[in-house]
T-cell receptor, first 113, second 113 residues
Framework: AQSVTQLDSQVPVFEEAPVELRCNYS??????LFWYVQYPNQGLQLLLK??????LVKGINGFEAEFNKSQTSFHLRKPSVHISDTAEYFC???????????FGTGTRLTVIP | DAGVTQSPTHLIKTRGQHVTLRCSPI?????VSWYQQVLGQGPQFIFQ???????GRGNFPDRFSARQFPNYSSELNVNALLLGDSALYLC????????????FGPGTRLTVT
């Protein structure tokens, strides 16, 4: 079975500062990894995904993530955050051939002016 | 192209009642999945339907059921509502069965009083 741990429930950061949201996964088989963002009262929007190939994945809105198989991590980073990045961020995992995603409990990113 | 649509947006029900939530997938997508997101947690998989057949089910009681119609839209039904069923119900659509191409709708906020 797959599972995801998001180590920080809340991350406050000042505007224009860099941020890293941490995600660790557990799985005995090859995985696909995702980061989704959820703005207040909205559904989930895909930021980026790792399926195969380069371990550094670039997504929308200036976000990127690095797949680290040895550390079973998929941390999300942005070099300079904006007020509009304030939202809930979810890391998710699935395995080859699976039909559902397993989500972490989310990290609330708050950007402080 | 329209994204995934869900109706209603919000719903208030009383314990013991029944509720039906609706989802229309992206045009050309044949699979619909349902997730439950309780406040403060990540989404949890309930069902996947593909070509009108149930292809996956999460750890939810039999009070939860779903179906998919010939036009690939879907309904999620919940009987004998409990307070703990209060959540955001998300629908996701994909072209096929694989979970790595899921596009989420805005969700239906269900409140059980």
């Amino acid at each position: 079975a797959q599972s995801v741990t998001q180590l920080d429930s809340q991350v406050p950061v000042f505007e224009e500062a860099p941020v890293e949201l941490r995600c660790n996964y557990s799985s005995s088989v090859s995985v696909y990894l995702f980061w989704y963002v959820q703005y207040p009262n909205q559904g989930l929007q895909l930021l980026l995904k790792y399926l195969s190939g380069s371990t550094l994945v670039k997504g929308i809105n200036g976000f990127e993530a690095e797949f680290n198989k040895s550390q079973t991590s998929f941390h999300l980073r942005k070099p300079s955050v904006h007020i509009s990045d304030t939202a809930e961020y979810f890391c998710a995992v699935t395995r080859t051939g699976a039909n559902n995603l397993f989500f972490g409990t989310g990290t609330r990113l708050t950007v402080i002016p | 192209d329209a994204g995934v649509t869900q109706s209603p947006t919000h719903l208030i029900k009383t314990r013991g009642q029944h509720v039906t939530l609706r989802c229309s997938p992206i045009s050309g997508h044949k699979s619909v999945s349902w997730y439950q997101q309780v406040l403060g947690q990540g989404p949890q998989f309930i069902f996947q339907y593909y070509e009108k057949e149930e292809r996956g089910r999460g750890n939810f009681p039999d009070r939860f059921s779903a179906r998919q119609f010939p036009n690939y839209s879907s309904e999620l039904n919940v009987n004998a509502l409990l307070l703990g069923d209060s959540a955001l119900y998300l629908c996701a659509s994909t072209v096929g069965l694989a979970a790595y191409e899921q596009y989420f709708g805005p969700g239906t906020r269900l409140t059980v009083t």
